[in-house]
């Protein structure tokens, strides 16, 4: 059974940083892609951020050069390391995997993120 467990989420200043994990279980982690996503309310949910297997990444335009996305094969963890907070980045954050059909089948429960102005 695939779980994915969100950490690290809570009210920051603008201007700030935060650091989300993802702890995997059930999947073989160092083979699988992993991606975080943000839903902010009223919003459609968002690719924020993917590492691919060869710790290859992508990110959303929006995020480019304040958002890093890393992972730790040896605790089947993966980060959103997320710096220069702004209030738009507010939303519920979730990591995803399981690539398959064209979209992700396991998403962990989210972890919220509020950025204050």
């Known amino acids: 059974q695939v779980q994915l467990v969100e950490s690290g989420g809570g009210l920051v200043q603008a201007g700030g940083s935060l650091r989300l994990s993802c702890a995997a279980s059930g999947i073989i982690f160092s083979t699988a892609s992993m991606a975080w996503y943000r839903q902010a309310p009223g919003k459609q949910r968002e690719l924020v951020a993917t590492?691919?297997?060869?710790?290859?990444?992508t990110y959303a335009d929006s995020v480019k050069g304040r958002f890093t996305i890393s992972r730790d094969n040896s605790k089947n963890t993966v980060f959103l390391e997320m710096n220069s907070l702004k209030p738009e980045d507010t939303a519920v954050y979730y990591c995803?995997?399981?690539?398959?059909?064209?979209?992700?089948?396991?998403w962990g429960q989210g972890t919220q993120v509020t950025v204050s102005s």
């Open positions: 995803a995997t399981g690539w398959s059909g064209g979209h992700y089948n396991y």
């Open positions: 590492i691919f297997r060869g710790s290859t990444t």
